[in-house]
């Protein structure tokens, strides 16, 4: 995939996903990708994690039990 392809892929999920990540108007190269899509991940798994664990506790304040695979 070519540079200039990896950097447009990662602005459209900046923008689909709402997500922000501030350099990405500064991305040149692969690297630059790669390192900005490293860093937000913590962030994103963080945040993920975090609603999941909301709503499992939401659920058993509602008495909703789902059946688990």
Not at 49 to 69: N, T
């Amino acid at each position: 995939m070519r540079t200039r392809e990896v950097i447009s892929r990662v602005k459209k999920f900046r923008d689909y996903y709402g997500f922000d990540i501030p350099e990405a108007d500064e991305l040149k190269t692969k690297k630059d990708c790669c390192e900005a899509l490293s860093r937000h991940r913590v962030f994103l798994e963080y945040a993920l994690s975090d609603a999941l664990s909301g709503v499992d506790a939401f659920e058993v304040e509602l008495g909703i039990e789902w059946v688990k695979f």
